[in-house]
Nanobody
């Protein structure tokens, strides 16, 4: 029943920008922190960004801080990831994930805790 659908992936030249969306079906995201992860081919999944349930607090991996921005629109049950100054090392499948409890904050989600629902991912390719 619960489905997270990422979109917006594609190929973009280094230095370019891309915006991803994650629409959540079958559950509310209101009051839940939300997060983005990514996994490059042959590598482990890594955290990217997270946002508090209220939208007031965000957390980012050092590798993307200053370049990526996570945001949310609870009325649309959607989380966004705006990416700029893209690098080849940003190439990965990007996943959004939702926690099982409203208690979990963005820090916990960045650490991979409390995650219950995952999308299937959208591929972002930044050719070198």
């Amino acid at each position: 029943q619960v489905q997270l659908v990422e979109s917006g992936g594609g190929s973009v030249q280094a230095g370019g920008s891309l915006s991803l969306s994650c629409v959540v079906y079958g559950r509310t995201i209101r009051n839940y922190a939300m997060s983005w992860f990514r996994q490059a081919s042959g590598k482990e999944r890594e955290s990217v960004a997270a946002i508090s349930g209220s939208g007031d607090i965000t957390a980012y991996a050092d590798s993307v801080k200053g370049r990526f921005t996570i945001s949310r629109d609870d009325a649309k049950n959607t989380v966004y990831l705006r990416m700029s100054s893209l690098k080849a090392e940003d190439t990965a499948v990007y996943y959004c994930a939702a926690p099982s409890t409203v208690v979990a904050g963005p820090g916990a989600l960045l650490r991979g805790s409390y995650l219950e629902d995952w999308g299937r991912g959208t591929l972002v390719t930044v050719p070198s």
